[in-house]
């Protein structure tokens, strides 16, 4: 089983549409999640990050997190054409001494 | 601001050459990382500096020398490296390194090299 798992799309949602990212990780002790936006040939850039469970919002972005099922999503509502690009979900493992460990990234696609 | 600056933004190196990556951030950060990133995958970790010591060393060849000259720089030299070593280079900052802790890493732009 990877640590952090991640639907490797591609995710296709229409312009105005929703768009949910799923992740689960395997680490029980992790404490802390990220989500980083990829765009091609650039730098991860960190969108959102979520420490309790719940809801978190910012902007169009909602990252949620359920430390019982070790899941977390990000959801982007109102999804632009701009907002196509790949998700990196990101958790620090408390069992690797604070390492960030990334799934493999989900593909977002916005079709306009 | 959360800005990680890194020179140069391309290399292209033979592989008989030293070069080095440079990367700095202003933010009062304690911890730097150097990832690596090749097309279609996540970054991977190759070395994390905690206040100023390299704390993790993920078996990384030596031709890549890591240092830490103080805590706002980090450099990445590259010597006799092998063209499978062509990839994105990233730095990345955090206020620290810890286990348990909640601490948001930010990435520079990337070094993109490419060893021929």
Redesign the interface.
């Known amino acids: 089983q990877k640590e952090v798992e991640q639907n490797s799309g591609p995710l296709s949602v229409p312009e105005g549409a929703i768009a949910s990212l799923n992740c689960t990780y395997s680490d029980r002790g992790s404490?802390?999640f990220?989500w980083?936006r990829q765009y091609s040939g650039?730098?991860?850039?960190?969108i959102m990050?979520i420490?309790s469970n719940g809801d978190k919002e910012d902007g169009r972005f909602t990252a949620q997190l359920n430390k019982a099922s070790q899941y977390v999503s990000l959801l982007i509502r109102d999804s632009q054409p701009s907002d196509s690009a790949t998700y990196?979900c990101a958790v620090?493992?408390?069992?690797?001494?604070?390492?960030?460990i990334?799934?493999?990234?989900t593909e977002l696609s916005v079709k306009p | 601001d959360?800005e990680v600056t890194q020179t140069p933004k391309h290399l292209v190196m033979g592989m008989t050459n030293k070069k080095s990556l440079k990367c700095e951030q202003h933010m009062g950060h304690r911890a730097m990382y150097w990832y690596k990133q090749k097309a279609k995958?996540?970054?991977e970790?190759m070395f994390?500096y905690s206040y100023e010591k390299l704390?993790?060393n993920e078996s990384v060849p030596s031709r890549f020398s890591p240092e830490c000259p103080n805590s706002s720089l980090l450099n990445l030299h590259l010597h006799a490296l092998q063209p499978e070593d062509s990839a994105?280079y990233?730095c990345a900052s955090s206020r620290q390194?810890?286990?348990?802790?909640?601490?948001?890493?930010?990435?520079?732009?990337?070094t993109r090299l490419t060893v021929t």
């Open positions: 404490q802390s990220f980083y650039k730098s991860p850039e960190l990050f420490y990196l620090i493992s408390y069992n690797q001494g604070g390492k960030l990334f799934g493999q990234g | 959360t995958k996540p970054p970790l994390v704390s993790i994105l990233l390194v810890d286990s348990g802790g909640a601490y948001e890493q930010y990435f520079g732009p990337g």
